[in-house]
């Protein structure tokens, strides 16, 4: 039945009632029927409001809703055991050496803190090299964190970032050839190397971001030939774009190219085309989870992720400038920080992941119900 034979079909029925009511009725009728026929194409389906008309009907609306468990917190590990540096250009966040990590990290478990991803800074004169030596360094930040979380923490699930660039003395995501550019078989043995350190110190879940071709496969392999594959997550970096969000990470983590950029190896802005290449590359090679980094900025390719990658997670990483951006805005007056934080992290749940990277979390740890 369409809409406006309803409205009429109903103003029959009335025309039963006694006189005055009959003529008030009839009349609401006629003023309803002259409202609708203007905002109605005459199909019912056309009402929408009734839907959504309860806060309750309106959080029904969403396909993905954000909880807890969706949430991976960035954390900063120097070298130095009791640092505990606020990040000018991340507001409210820190370097901290192990000393302060389970203080610090104590009352986000207890709040439903799920997983953390851990970065290496290393800080002292002379860690850094050609090689990125330190990367592994059993005694390094990471290693030495990734023991302490699964002994203090024994249900927080812990991601490591693997890269090279924290730890060379060039900042590049890898090992040089001699006229400065990536030497990618050697820079992915490194890397798949790094990876391999990581995991069998413990990690839940190891994360290249060094964007060398042919990295997740090698890491996969070398999982395999040490018999942890089947408990180890390989998250891979997959569509990492390059671009000026990620300034206020590099002052974090002090991993600033000291020549040159990483343009060859991180997707152009435009790259749509060769995003999809890489995801479906990254899959072909054994990730189990596909990371668009930055996020808002690349709903469609968040989209395309999960529409590639239909049986896999997708994760996505808010990055430091999206952070920072939103910060600004609120410290601004031009919009409410929580209400942005929700628009922004819903947005990229609605695009497709099911996983955001997110300084936020801590905020949303007391925002959040589940
Ligand atoms: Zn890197």
């Given at each position: 039945m369409s809409f406006s034979s309803l409205v009429s079909d109903i103003t029959y029925k009335d025309r039963d009632l006694d006189d005055r009511r009959s003529l008030v009725s009839r009349a609401r009728s006629y003023a309803s029927t002259a409202a609708t026929s203007v905002s109605i194409s005459g199909d019912i389906a056309s009402q929408l409001h009734g839907g959504y008309s309860h806060p309750l009907a309106r959080a029904w609306q969403a396909e993905r809703q954000l909880t807890k468990?969706?949430?991976?917190?960035?954390?900063?590990?120097?070298?130095?055991?009791?640092?505990?540096?606020?990040?000018?250009?991340?507001?409210?966040?820190?370097?901290?050496?192990?000393?302060?990590?389970?203080?610090?990290?104590?009352?986000?478990?207890?709040?439903?803190?799920?997983?953390?991803?851990?970065?290496?800074?290393?800080?002292?004169?002379?860690?850094?090299?050609?090689?990125?030596?330190?990367?592994?360094?059993?005694?390094?930040?990471?290693?030495?964190?990734?023991?302490?979380?699964?002994?203090?923490?024994?249900?927080?699930?812990?991601?490591?970032?693997?890269?090279?660039?924290?730890?060379?003395?060039?900042?590049?995501?890898?090992?040089?050839?001699?006229?400065?550019?990536?030497?990618?078989?050697?820079?992915?043995?490194?890397?798949?190397?790094?990876a391999m350190a990581y995991a069998e110190a413990g990690a839940h879940c190891v994360a290249p971001s060094d964007m060398n071709d042919g990295r997740i496969r090698a890491i996969k392999l070398k999982l395999i030939e040490a018999g942890i594959a089947h408990k180890v997550v390989l998250m891979s970096y997959a569509a990492k774009f390059s671009g000026c969000l990620y300034g206020p990470f590099r002052d974090a983590a002090g991993s600033c190219p000291s020549f040159g950029d990483r343009k060859c190896y991180?997707?152009?802005?435009?790259?749509?085309?060769?995003?999809?290449?890489?995801?479906?590359?990254?899959?072909?090679?054994?990730?189990?989870?596909?990371?668009?980094?930055?996020?808002?900025?690349?709903?469609?390719?968040?989209?395309?992720?999960?529409?590639?990658?239909?049986?896999?997670?997708?994760?996505?990483?808010?990055?430091?400038?999206?952070?920072?951006?939103?910060?600004?805005?609120?410290?601004?007056?031009?919009?409410?920080?929580?209400?942005?934080?929700?628009?922004?992290?819903e947005g990229i749940l609605r695009a497709g992941a099911t996983i955001v990277v997110s300084y936020f979390t801590p905020q949303f740890l007391d925002w959040l119900s589940n």
């Open positions: 468990s969706m949430l991976i917190y960035p954390l900063f590990v120097s070298d130095n055991p009791d640092d505990e540096t606020l990040i000018p250009s991340l507001p409210g966040q820190y370097r901290r050496g192990v000393n302060k990590l389970v203080p610090y990290l104590t009352p986000l478990v207890r709040k439903g803190l799920k997983s953390v991803i851990l970065f290496g800074v290393p800080l002292a004169p002379g860690s850094k090299d050609a090689l990125g030596t330190n990367a592994d360094d059993p005694k390094g930040p990471v290693m030495s964190s990734i023991r302490l979380l699964r002994r203090s923490f024994p249900s927080l699930f812990i991601v490591a970032d693997v890269c090279l660039c924290e730890y060379t003395t060039h900042g590049h995501c890898g090992i040089l050839r001699d006229d400065g550019g990536l030497n990618n078989a050697l820079s992915v043995d490194r890397v798949s190397d790094v991180q997707l152009p802005p435009g790259g749509r085309g060769l995003a999809r290449r890489a995801i479906q590359r990254d899959i072909n090679e054994g990730a189990d989870i596909i990371m668009v980094k930055p996020a808002s900025q690349y709903l469609d390719i968040i989209s395309d992720a999960k529409d590639i990658g239909q049986n896999l997670p997708v994760a996505a990483y808010q990055v430091s400038g999206e952070f920072a951006m939103i910060h600004a805005g609120a410290k601004a007056g031009v919009f409410d920080l929580k209400a942005m934080a929700f628009e922004a992290t």
